[in-house]
């Protein structure tokens, strides 16, 4: 597949998202499309949480080891298994775990509740994610009207190129359960890597991912917002993430 019809093929299947729609790629493949427009970052949110908590880990004010009863975590609606879960105790780490694989958004509230709302966003400045914003918990309705956490295209993809050589951030990105956006129509692909995020309201459908083929290796970020149908909205995600791994299989 030569690029020019590989855009082509990409741009047609952008176009039939009935929504404001974002979508950056780096590596391999060079593309970029609105990705500085900021969107409600639903479960994206959760990898500057996941980067914060990283940085907090390797300075040794966070570790990963103590155990949380299970008993002492507040309860979130959403996405999540650790409520459910018959053990007394968990480990920082496994929530951390848990925030990603899973989306769950008990874990992610305590890890917000323990790293300090300001703190993430401190962090989250000191890495120039300048449309990244948190502004509240999981599940929690905004207050006021811009009070939403938010980020866009490109600060995802800054986040998934800095952390390129870290396994901490990408081992639960790779254990990822939530596959079925950009990541659906890749089942089978021999020698294919994928780590990946998902986010998602009621108007809202993310993904985020790194996929490595034959040593090449693309970063893609695909937001969307306000969108007239979020099923019809991932089988688009999932076509497109099915062309890239076509063109680098060229």
């Given at each position: 597949?030569?690029?020019?019809?590989?855009?082509?093929?990409?741009?047609?299947?952008?176009?039939?998202?009935?929504?404001?729609?974002?979508?950056?790629?780096?590596?391999?493949?060079?593309?970029?499309?609105?990705?500085?427009?900021?969107?409600?970052?639903?479960?994206?949110?959760k990898l500057p949480i996941l980067s914060c908590a990283i940085e907090n880990m390797k300075d040794g004010t966070l570790n990963p080891y103590e155990l949380i009863p299970i008993s002492s975590l507040e309860k979130t609606g959403g996405s999540g298994i650790v409520a459910a879960l018959h053990t007394p105790n968990v480990t920082i780490q496994d929530l951390i775990t848990l925030m990603i694989t899973v989306s769950d958004n008990t874990a992610t509230n305590w890890l917000i509740n323990k790293l300090k709302i300001n703190d993430i966003q401190k962090h989250i400045d000191s890495l120039q994610l300048n449309g990244t914003k948190l502004q509240r918990y999981m599940m929690q309705t905004p207050k006021e009207t811009g009070k939403d956490n938010f980020t866009t295209a490109e600060d995802i993809i800054s986040l998934l190129k800095h952390y390129d050589n870290d396994e901490q951030f990408y081992y639960p990105l790779e254990k990822q359960q939530l596959t079925h956006k950009l990541c659906g129509n890749l089942e089978g692909i021999e020698g294919l890597s994928i780590a990946n995020k998902t986010g998602e309201l009621q108007t809202v459908t993310h993904d985020a991912a790194r996929l490595n083929i034959n040593n090449k290796t693309v970063y893609v970020a695909v937001l969307s917002s306000n969108v007239e149908c979020v099923n019809h909205t991932?089988?688009?995600?999932?076509?497109?993430?099915?062309?890239?791994?076509?063109?680098?299989?060229?």
């Open positions: 597949m030569k690029k020019a019809d590989f855009i082509y093929e990409l741009e047609k299947r952008i176009e039939s998202i009935n929504g404001d729609v974002s979508i950056m790629i780096q590596g391999e493949i060079m593309y970029r499309y609105n990705e500085q427009l900021v969107h409600p970052s639903a479960s994206l949110i991932n089988y688009i995600f999932s076509e497109i993430g099915h062309l890239i791994v076509q063109y680098l299989l060229k």
